[in-house]
């Protein structure tokens, strides 16, 4: 039959003839046939399957042998055995390698007609070593795919044990050195299959043996981290990822980024040929892996690697986001990527030339995914155009790309951006002695303190969370390095956009700290307050003089910066409700903070009067006599008679204390709160602020008119409304009698909004003197304060309250001035916590709203029922709830947390001696009222953060880069300590029973409240 077979392939007769007489040579084989006859047929029709000189001759061979082999299956075991295999494996067939595919898919076929054969158990031993060896031999993909297909069919030849480990590890490095020549589409799809194949082999390995697992990894690892120059590992090793437990991420990069043993420059190339991986078609969860790595290597500080990889492969990402299959991938990749390069624009911008084609590119390709991936991108680009704005040439027309697409709100920004810092990553793949501080989930930057300088702290955060006031200072545009106000801008540019958790001020302590300020000691932070409101208007006239000469010089104080975007210079544009003289020379500080006050005298014998305009920054409100000595804290010890105390005297620490005052009086202090009467509130302090006093007997006033002491009325009028209203309360207080001075504990309440009685002034009747002076700041040089100007005199305290109502209302009905109910809406709280002056900790309450901020209108025709006597009064404003939870912050030096009004509104009743000190109000705009009136914002409002200019930008980039690398060599440095010494930790426990500003036995109470505060009595 053998014969008559070869015969019939080597003839010349037609194709049909042929295959008729192939039929019958098949139907044969169920007859009776010798040993010799069968292995006769079964030598001819393998050479026939593997040297068959075309397909015809191919297909002969393998429908005759399978024919035989089924009906004559002992006569197949014997020709079919280890030792042919094994030659077959070894030496190949002919002409043909052992290497060639053939040779294993002519294996394959006759395994299947074996498989029941007590024989092929021997067959399978010979060719787990053959395979094993063959796959040493790295193999060409074609090769392999056929070994894998094997290997499906019959998992029985698959290597077991340790042989098992080895063969995986080396069919992931043959993987590793896959080479694609493919030049047309169908071809590369071939290859891609033929990756595919075996990495579903490896795949039932590692569900069949989960010991291969994890060895398999280790080697993917040590060849993707190989720095060998002459070895680029192929991107097919990305069809394995989808094939490796998720599970199992949070496991292996710990491994990866705690192993000491891998080196830097070993990572950086794993994760950028990780990166590579992104552009393999059909591999899943790749972007999922690179990202968790991106992140692990954040937790343990490994920042050099993070700017290094990120830098060098952002602009790869980016371009795998025109290709559809595996754009989603990329794009998961390069918003991380991107998101959390925040210390410097550089990674954004080598990608922004390539924004606007890829936009075009989405909106006209047609799929229908394109849509909802233009939202996703267009939503990455606003972040970073608003963590990098101050670029317009850059911007302008990426904005007008996407103009018509939808806008992510400034708070999503910013949670954004605050959830991708590289510090702000969860530090969980790091041990406990390498974790590091994260930043504040506020996102707010905290102060160092530096000694004492809890008073410098929390007036700078106050001072930052005055959103119109900063994004001023932020848009100045100043020459000189040296000015306080150029400090200040770099002070608030850091605060906004450094990485640090927290920031040291020491140039700025150094360049604002009032010449009689004892180095390291506290201080009194309104009195610093005052000093820096001060030097800052000054040196800003001075430039204003120096630079009056100048023709066309820009003002000190610019608004924003010329190149600006169309949306931005839309956005930026300044509100202007106020008609402003042509040339506005006022300063910065005057147009936020400065407002003025008129103090009038009226002679009550001839009716003549004397005023006289002051400019002012702040309010300082003494507390009225007869409720402090009704509600003053009980003294037991050196002072029994509170009502003696001479208030408003003393402004926190503007005069010297006496030697061991401050701890006498603590040590003798007891608090007992009276709980009878009502809590005094901010408008009583101000109403009693604005109230007549009367001028008789020894204080009685000198009339020009009358030539002679008369008794006289002396008033005093708000006629100019600040934009920041700052206002002061007296708490520290001087005692005549015992020469000590003490802290008026008396807890008041701070309504969250307030309207102040504004005078819109006229032209006098008559002037006595009249003058205008710059703004003045209260120094312990200058005359006593305008609180102690104004405190009545001890015969006016006799007089019924209702005559003064009766006074103020008389004085409206005669029409001297109207007066307007200004909004005004609480904006921060600084809180004094301890007993005196010179002792204690300064802590801050804040929020940031800006003057186009709606305020609370009162109802309709409400002032008109009231009356006049009713708008010259202080009044409160009920809260609208707009307050929100996460709207309110506690700054306390290095630390920052969300709280609530309530808590800064409680605060005195939960711990005594934590009181508010220094209240920050920003002025309102209500809707439909005039501007003559005062009421609306003055034209001082920006309703955006303004771009950071280049060299504020540098600044920040410079130390964001320094900080990085601070943290990365803490880290290491903790981590090569680690094995060596071991360290306890006390956790930091709450704050919820102990005051926020606690400082040890001199602050409110005792302790606990920040940090590093043990063994210190003062911040």
């Not at 050195?177 to 579903?200: D, H, I, P």
């Not at 000015?483 to 906004?496: E, G, H, R, V, Y």
């Amino acid at each position: 039959m053998d014969k008559i077979l070869e015969g019939l392939v080597s003839s010349d007769h037609s194709v049909p003839v042929k295959k008729a007489i192939v039929k019958k040579v098949v139907e044969a084989a169920e007859n009776e046939a010798t040993e010799e006859q069968c292995r006769a047929l079964f030598t001819l029709t393998t050479r026939l399957i593997l040297l068959g000189e075309d397909a015809f001759q191919k297909q002969i061979g393998v429908q005759v042998l399978d024919a035989y082999a089924r009906y004559h299956r002992p006569e197949f075991e014997l020709f079919f055995n280890k030792d042919f295999v094994l030659s077959l494996l070894q030496q190949g067939y002919g002409q043909l390698d052992h290497r060639d595919p053939f040779i294993i898919d002519y294996i394959h076929c006759c395994l299947r007609l074996l498989i029941s054969c007590p024989s092929v158990l021997e067959t399978f031993s010979v060719i787990q070593v053959e395979f094993l060896r063959m796959v040493c031999e790295r193999p060409e993909p074609a090769l392999c795919a056929r070994l894998s297909t094997l290997l499906l069919d019959f998992m029985q030849c698959t290597p077991r044990g340790k042989s098992g480990v080895l063969f995986c590890q080396q069919l992931v490095r043959t993987i590793s050195c896959f080479q694609c020549f493919a030049s047309q589409e169908q071809e590369l799809r071939e290859y891609v299959g033929q990756v595919m194949k075996v990495s579903t082999l490896l795949q039932n390995i590692w569900k069949a043996e989960p010991a291969t697992l994890l060895p398999s990894l280790q080697e993917v690892f040590a060849i993707i981290s190989s720095t060998d120059p002459s070895f680029d590992p192929s991107i097919a090793l990305a069809s394995l990822v989808q094939h490796i437990p998720i599970q199992m991420i949070t496991v292996l990069i710990k491994s990866l980024t705690t192993d000491q043993n891998v080196r830097d420059a070993s990572m950086t190339k794993a994760l950028c040929r990780m990166i590579d991986w992104l552009s393999w078609p059909l591999a899943q969860h790749v972007d999922t892996w690179v990202v968790a790595l991106l992140k692990g290597l954040a937790a343990v500080q490994k920042f050099t690697i993070l700017i290094d990889v990120t830098l060098l492969k952002i602009e790869l990402v980016f371009n795998r986001l025109w290709y559809p299959i595996v754009r989603q991938g990329a794009l998961a990749v390069l918003s991380h990527m991107l998101l959390s390069f925040q210390h410097s624009p550089e990674a954004f911008h080598l990608v922004v030339p390539r924004v606007v084609n890829l936009v075009e590119s989405l909106r006209t390709d047609g799929l229908p995914t394109s849509k909802a991936f233009l939202l996703q991108f267009t939503e990455l680009m606003h972040c970073m155009m608003y963590q990098y704005s101050g670029f317009p040439d850059l911007y302008d027309h990426i904005l007008e790309a996407i103009k018509d697409l939808p806008k992510p709100s400034e708070e999503k920004i910013k949670l954004v951006l605050n959830q991708s810092a590289w510090t702000s990553q969860s530090n969980s793949f790091a041990s406990s002695l390498s974790k590091q501080a994260g930043k504040s989930e506020t996102g707010k930057t905290g102060l160092i303190n530096l000694g004492n300088t809890c008073y410098m702290n929390s007036i700078i955060q106050t001072l930052f969370m005055a959103t119109d006031f900063r994004r001023h200072v932020l848009s100045l545009h100043l020459n000189s390095s040296n000015t306080l106000m150029k400090k200040i801008q770099l002070l608030f540019a850091f605060l906004a956009h450094t990485q640090r958790v927290a920031y040291a001020p020491r140039n700025f302590l150094e360049a604002s700290r009032p010449p009689w300020f004892n180095v390291s000691s506290q201080q009194d932070c309104s009195e610093y307050l005052r000093f820096l409101l001060d030097r800052l208007h000054e040196e800003e006239k001075t430039l204003q003089v120096l630079e009056s000469s100048k023709p066309k010089v820009p003002s000190l104080v610019g608004c924003s910066s010329k190149e600006t975007s169309s949306e931005e210079r839309q956005e930026s544009r300044l509100i202007e409700t106020e008609t402003k003289p042509a040339d506005d020379q006022r300063t910065l500080i005057e147009k936020m903070f400065g407002g003025k006050l008129i103090t009038g005298i009226r002679c009550m014998q001839c009716n003549c009067i004397s005023e006289k305009e002051e400019p002012f920054t702040d309010l300082s409100l003494a507390f009225c006599p007869a409720a402090s000595s009704q509600k003053s804290p009980k003294f037991q010890g050196p002072s029994e008679e509170p009502k003696l105390l001479c208030q408003g005297a003393v402004n926190g620490g503007s005069e010297a204390p006496e030697p061991g005052s401050a701890s006498s009086l603590a040590s003798n202090f007891h608090y007992e709160p009276d709980t009878n009467e009502p809590p005094l509130s901010v408008p009583d302090l101000v109403n009693y602020f604005l109230a007549p006093e009367i001028l008789d007997e020894d204080n009685a006033y000198f009339c020009e008119k009358c030539a002679s002491l008369q008794r006289a009325e002396r008033t005093l009028k708000l006629v100019s409304a600040p934009e920041y209203l700052i206002l002061t309360l007296l708490r520290f207080s001087y005692d005549a009698k015992c020469h000590t001075r003490r802290k008026i504990l008396d807890n008041v309440t701070i309504p969250p909004a307030l309207r102040l009685p504004v005078h819109v002034p006229t032209p006098p009747a008559q002037w006595s003197s009249a003058s205008s002076s710059p703004v003045q700041v209260d120094s312990p040089e200058s005359s006593e304060n305008l609180a102690k100007k104004l405190k009545p005199s001890q015969g006016d305290e006799k007089e019924d309250g209702t005559q003064r109502i009766d006074e103020v209302q008389e004085v409206n009905r005669v029409g001297d001035t109207p007066v307007h109910s200004v909004p005004y809406m609480l904006s921060s709280v600084v809180v004094h916590s301890g007993v005196s002056s010179e002792s204690g900790h300064y802590y801050s309450y804040g929020r940031n709203i800006s003057g186009a901020d709606p305020a609370n209108p009162s109802p309709d025709g409400e002032d008109v029922e009231k009356g006049a006597a009713a708008r010259s009064l202080c009044t409160p404003e009920l809260s609208d709830g707009r307050q929100e939870e996460n709207e309110w912050l506690l700054f306390n030096d290095s630390r920052v947390t969300f709280t609530s009004l309530q808590s800064a509104q409680n605060i005195t009743k939960r711990f005594p001696k934590d009181t508010a000190y220094v209240l920050m109000y920003r002025k309102q705009e209500v809707p439909g009222e005039h501007s003559n009136g005062g009421v609306k914002a003055s034209g001082m409002s920006l309703s955006v953060e303004p771009p950071l200019q280049k060299e504020l930008l540098d600044a920040i980039i410079k130390d964001n880069k320094l900080y990085l690398q601070e943290q990365e060599l803490n880290a290491r440095t903790q981590a090569l300590q680690a094995s060596s010494s071991s360290c306890s930790f006390r956790p930091n426990g709450s704050d919820d029973n102990n005051p926020p500003g606690s400082c040890g036995p001199s602050g409110g109470g005792g302790g606990g409240g920040g940090f590093n505060t043990i063994s210190r009595l003062v911040f």
